[in-house]
């Protein structure tokens, strides 16, 4: 699947964006989803879209979290899009 343009097609290419869990650290298991983070300050439930007959779950982060639990979450993540590069120096 193209991260870049499921961003475009959702109109999410504003924000930060990263991929993470098993599809982020290049694992392929078919019971594995596309999770998602778009950096973008939201307080939203997560959500589910299929796309190009994959399941993608769509996270909101905030790049000022300073939550643990949260951020565990982040290890490894693949940056999909970082303009101003803060999703980079979150990451560091």
Known sequence: MNTKKFL???????FPSGLGGCKG???SYDCCEYNITIFDNKKEDNSIIEYENELV???HGSL????????????????????????RMFLS
């Open 64 to 87: 000022s979290e300073t939550k643990s639990n949260i951020l565990i979450q982040y290890h490894n993540m693949q940056i999909i899009f970082d303009e101003q590069w803060e999703l």
């Open 57 to 59: 779950k769509l996270h």
């Open 8 to 14: 475009e097609k959702y109109s999410l290419n504003n």
């Open 25 to 27: 650290e290049n694992q």
